[in-house]
């Protein structure tokens, strides 16, 4: 029975050190913005939205394009390397994963607005406006 729980204790340990070592990893190459920091750098930059086609057509940031995460990784060739790369999700954590993927496609500046599109307050585009 004691070893089963060693098991169990060395599992949690090991998912502990993963997820530490991914988190400070993702900070090597991404940087997370506020609202405030999102708007300074973004007009600057390739801003994209990674949320699906209709949410974005329900509401996105003025100036967005549409490169859904599902999509990513055939449509990377869309990014440019070259510049700076603004991304957005409804919450962030899809924007966070596509900021994996386009690392791995050579892209530097990598920014994703904190708390997603859900906390966006600036001004946006719906298909009606």
């Known amino acids: 029975m004691l070893w089963q729980w060693i098991i169990v ?4 340990v ?3 050190a993963y997820t530490v070592g991914r988190s400070l990893y993702q900070r090597s190459y991404l940087k997370e913005l506020t609202q405030d920091e999102f708007i300074q750098g ?3 930059a390739q801003l994209i939205d990674v949320r699906e086609p ?3 057509e329900n509401g996105h940031i003025l100036g ?3 490169l859904p995460l599902t999509q990513l990784k055939m449509r990377k060739g869309e990014v ?8 957005y999700c409804q919450n962030g954590v ?6 994996a993927m386009l690392k791995k496609h050579g892209c530097k500046e990598l920014y994703v607005l904190k708390g997603g599109f859900k ?3 600036g001004k946006i585009k719906t298909k009606n406006a």
Request: no cysteine.
């Open 9 to 12: 204790g060395i599992i949690i």
């Open 14 to 16: 090991g998912f502990i």
């Open 42 to 44: 973004y007009r600057k």
């Open 54 to 56: 209709n949410e974005f």
């Open 64 to 66: 967005a394009r549409n």
């Open 80 to 87: 440019r390397k070259d510049k700076p790369v603004y991304l």
């Open 94 to 99: 899809k924007s966070s994963r596509a900021a």
């Open 119 to 121: 906390k966006w307050t």
